[in-house]
């Protein structure tokens, strides 16, 4: 009984190709998270949403694209994939912002290679 | 911007040792946090401290935190080959539009 689920777990494609990696999370948080973990296991914020607000929108280029159709989905849509796309990319859930209260639960995973 | 600052980089130990990871950060926080992650895995929530706490335990987990520093340590007791992965600290700012900020982390690995 998965609690955070992203799929798919791997993607590979080619380069200008566009891209949706999905997430769900089953326990009833209102937060949601996509962070990027590149090469060297360094996590980075890219996107937040809250009951299906988007609350924070770092600097990515504007290819990616969330989406949260409710709040236990979080989607995020890259076009036109580059080669420095490259990386894991996680969903994450909390009860509270910033899992001020009890943390994050994390997905997964998708591990995107750009060809 | 990376907040946190785990130290050491990488560090190896036997089975049974103590292992001491320490993470240093440059802000003010409402909270941190320490995450474990296996090799090709997703993060799991190890435990919370708050920034008006000093010492919290989980197990064999005791996690330390000095505001005046700004740092924290974590420390796994009789480690055990099953401990071997990275650990990151994150911090909470408790402000409006913002989420956890991990540090590189720690790769702990612990041979039998």
């Not at chain 1, 494609?13 to 973990?37: A, F, P, R, V």
């Not at chain 2, 190890?46 to 935190?65: C, M």
Request: net charge positive; with cysteine.
């Amino acid at each position: 009984d998965t609690a955070v689920s992203q799929t798919p777990k791997y993607l590979v494609t080619q380069m200008g190709n566009d891209k949706s990696i999905k997430c769900e999370q089953n326990l009833g948080h209102d937060t949601m998270y996509w962070y990027k973990q590149d090469s060297k296991k360094f996590l980075k914020i890219m996107f937040s949403y809250n009951n299906k607000e988007l609350i924070i929108n770092e600097t990515v280029p504007n290819r990616f694209s969330p989406k949260s159709p409710d709040k236990a989905h979080l989607n995020l849509h890259i076009n036109s994939l580059e080669l420095g796309d490259s990386a894991v990319y996680f969903c994450a859930s909390s009860q509270a912002p910033e899992g001020r209260v009890n943390g994050y639960t994390f997905g997964s995973g998708t591990r995107l290679t750009v060809v | 911007s990376q907040q946190g600052e785990e130290d050491p980089q990488a560090l190896s130990i036997q089975e049974g040792e103590n292992a001491t990871m320490n993470c240093s950060y440059k802000t003010s926080i409402n909270n941190l946090q320490w995450y474990r992650q296996n090799s090709g895995r997703g993060l799991v929530h190890l435990i919370l401290i708050r920034s008006n706490e000093r010492e919290k335990h989980s197990g064999r987990l005791r996690v330390t935190l000095d505001t005046s520093k700004k740092s924290s340590s974590l420390l796994i007791t009789a480690s055990r080959a099953a401990d071997t992965a990275s650990y990151f600290c994150a911090t909470g700012l408790n402000q409006a539009g913002t989420a956890l900020i991990f540090g590189k982390g720690t790769t702990l690995s612990v041979s039998s």
